[in-house]
């Protein structure tokens, strides 16, 4: 199992900018591959369903693939973080609609895409809010 902590959550307004950072405690590892690790960040607004955002996936901390949600595409980017075993969540011209709280999750691989299915370990959430 690994451990997922977020932190970067908070306030901002209309248009803003926030990073998001997701701790990990370890890749996943196997006699038959490299230490890999599938990253996806997901949110969930009051009244509304769980929504996958992004994700990411690393194989020895390099980037294999990454994609978004339609509703974040040009405007939130994943990445590995400066610090070892993180990622990060950059997200840009923030609306309304992006308020929600933002969870971290981990999977071996994403073979549902952003699907929860694809994750096996999730954070506890960090609160994002848009104002005007």
């Known amino acids: 199992q690994v451990q997922l902590e977020e932190s970067g959550g908070g306030s901002v307004q209309v248009g803003g900018s926030l990073t998001l950072s997701c701790a990990y405690s370890?890749?996943?590892?196997?006699?038959?591959?490299?230490?890999?690790?599938?990253m996806g960040w997901f949110r969930q607004a009051p009244g509304k369903e769980r929504e996958g955002v992004a994700r990411i996936y690393l194989i020895r901390g390099k980037t294999k693939f990454r994609d978004f949600a339609e509703s974040v595409k040009g405007r939130f980017t994943i990445s590995p973080g400066n610090a070892e075993n993180t990622v990060d969540l950059q997200m840009n011209s923030l609306k309304g609609d992006d308020t929600a709280m933002y969870y971290c999750a981990s999977g071996s691989q994403c073979p549902y895409g952003l699907s929860s299915r694809s994750f096996t370990d999730w954070g506890q959430g960090t609160q994002v809010t848009v104002s005007s």
């Open positions: 370890s890749a996943y590892n196997d006699s038959t591959t490299d230490s890999r690790i599938c």
